[in-house]
Nanobody
């Protein structure tokens, strides 16, 4: 069973930075090729879950939502089965629970921002940005 675990959330002032990490394990059972794309979603209280970014296995394709483009950077280290989200110039509206999601194929699809496209999810890590 594939497991996904996020870490790195916390409390930060507006304009500050945080780096989230997402570690996955168990891919021998969850993916034919062992290669997978990963994404970050976030959900604020009383709001729908929204996609933030997606990165494919080879890191050649990185996609971002307009709301975070230019401020957030997604990366990954496949040797460590870990993905990162560097968040700079944080705003109070970035406050949310951040979730890491993975899909058992190597690429981010055209529908990368739809949560149903991902097979495995973490429990989330809270990010709170104060003004």
């Amino acid at each position: 069973q594939v497991q996904v675990a996020e870490s790195g959330g916390g409390l930060v002032q507006a304009g500050g930075s945080l780096r989230l990490s997402c570690t996955t394990s168990g891919w021998a059972a969850g993916s034919i090729t062992g290669r997978y794309a990963t994404a970050w979603f976030r959900q604020a209280p009383n709001q729908e879950r929204e996609a933030s970014s997606c990165i494919n296995w080879s890191t050649s394709n990185r996609l971002y939502a307009n709301s975070v483009k230019g401020r957030f950077t997604v990366s990954r280290d496949n040797n460590k089965n870990t993905m990162y989200l560097q968040m700079n110039s944080l705003k109070p509206e970035d406050t949310a629970m951040y979730y890491c999601a993975a899909r058992a194929v190597a690429y981010c699809s055209d529908t990368w921002s739809e949560s149903q496209g991902y097979d495995f999810w973490g429990q989330g890590t809270q990010v709170t940005v104060t003004s």
